[in-house]
């Protein structure tokens, strides 16, 4: 059903050094033929339309060791500068954003704001900006990615969490999630632009082992270059969030990078990078 040509055209290579005795996976993550490459664990660089909050490029310039791969959010992307902008610019978010020397990661949901999954539907995901709700095809999507030619992108998907909504809403959320990245793959095989961007299939579920265990078992099953374990925010105790990292690592490759997004407290962050979740790199 899949092809796994756009799998092997993505730049993005992992390479899993050790796993040390307490359990953490230390590896690097190669992009564009080894011009950057990026220690794991490791945080990212957070923007909103493209720029680090409070600092101008400048300033962001002379910080030591700062980041080098950077998060950028559909919610914000999608109003400033907006599809329309990205489109007609054509040389990519690398260039739009003066970010030439780092490694793009684009999510599709702003991990710093509260979630929100009642008004998806069936084809879309709703993504909200300052200017209120946008309907997002994953033809919408795709189309916009191929604007920003980013090295990372995660699938679209439909997170709804356990804590908040019923087992059926739930449910549906992974089965709209496994269709979506069904497109996704589908539109990637015949687009060049897409095929050198590496693709995250996301993990989804909320706090329901069941539907944990079913997300993860046939998003493994996608030709993708890794994954995101979707679904985490403020409301998820530490206790509960530790169990699905659990399962869920436990059912993924050795071989592929994982993110996670809005990890919370720092003794969080330190907690996740422990055994046995053991991610590759973690946005807090």
């Known amino acids: 059903m899949f092809s796994s040509r756009a799998c092997m055209i993505s730049e993005m290579h992992f390479v899993l050094e050790k796993v040390t005795s307490q359990g953490v996976r230390v590896g690097q993550l190669i992009f564009s033929g080894g011009r950057i490459v990026q220690e794991t664990p490791m945080c990212l660089l957070y923007t909103r339309s493209g720029s ?4 101008i490029h400048e300033v962001l310039q002379d910080i030591p060791e700062r980041p080098l791969a950077v998060l950028m959010t559909l919610p914000s992307l999608y109003e400033l500068p907006g599809a329309v902008t990205m489109e007609r610019y054509k040389n990519g978010a690398h260039n739009f954003f003066s970010l030439k020397d780092h490694l793009l990661y684009l999510s599709i949901q702003d991990p710093s704001a509260p979630s929100s999954s ?11 900006s300052h200017s209120g709700r946008h309907k997002v ?9 191929e604007s920003l030619r980013p090295n990372v992108f995660e699938s679209l998907c439909d997170s709804a969490s356990s804590i908040s909504n019923m087992q059926k809403r739930v449910r549906k959320s992974v089965d709209r999630t496994l269709l979506f990245l069904d497109e996704m793959l589908e539109l990637r095989n015949s687009s060049k632009a897409l095929q050198e961007c590496s693709l995250l299939g996301a993990i989804v579920g909320g706090d329901d082992i069941t539907e944990r265990i079913r997300s993860t078992e046939e998003t493994v099953k996608r030709p993708i270059d890794g994954f995101v374990i979707e679904g985490f ?9 530790q169990a699905v990292l659990s399962k869920v690592s436990s059912l993924l490759p050795p071989d592929k990078p994982r993110f996670i997004h809005g990890m919370g407290s720092p003794g969080q962050f330190l907690c996740l990078t422990g055994p046995p979740t053991a991610p590759t790199i973690l946005y807090s």
Request: glycine content about 4%; aromatic content about 12%.
């Open 52 to 55: 680090t909050p409070h600092l």
């Open 118 to 128: 009642s008004y998806n539907e069936s084809g879309t995901t709703s993504v909200w």
């Open 137 to 145: 095809s994953v033809k919408d999507y795709a189309s916009f990615v």
């Open 233 to 241: 925010d403020i409301e998820h105790s530490p206790d509960c969030t």
